[in-house]
């Protein structure tokens, strides 16, 4: 068994050499969002659904909206995660994930 440490996440790395090779990896998260991260993150899921912006009236004076090109809305969904990480970090909300080398012990690399 290795255990290989990334930026967000712990790679847990076996290999078994029974009637077929056999190699499994799991990986365990640095950061779990707690209820709050993840009510936040359900609304941002959901507002993004309708993402539009102004196009203009309608022949009555009305606003005619259209939604946004495909393009922004993933730089704006971009954006959006971003600033609900920071918050989450400034908040307190991202709970410590386990080392895995604390439950299985073995080799870090």
Not at 4 to 11: K, L, Q
Not at 43 to 56: C, F, H, P, R, T
Not at 75 to 96: C, H, K, M, Y
């Amino acid at each position: 068994m290795k255990i290989i440490e990334r930026e967000d996440f712990y790679a847990v790395v076996t290999a078994r050499f029974d009637a077929k090779e056999h190699v499994e990896i799991r990986d365990f998260p640095k950061h779990w969002p707690n209820l709050r991260a993840k009510i936040a993150t359900e609304m941002v899921s959901k507002w993004a659904m309708l993402a539009v912006e102004s196009d203009g009236e309608d022949s009555a004076g009305r606003a005619k909206l259209r939604s946004m090109p495909p393009a922004d809305v993933v730089n704006r969904s971009v954006e959006t995660a971003d600033l609900l990480v920071a918050q989450f970090e400034a908040r307190g909300w991202l709970i410590p994930g386990v080392n895995p080398s604390e439950v299985y012990g073995g080799d870090e690399e």
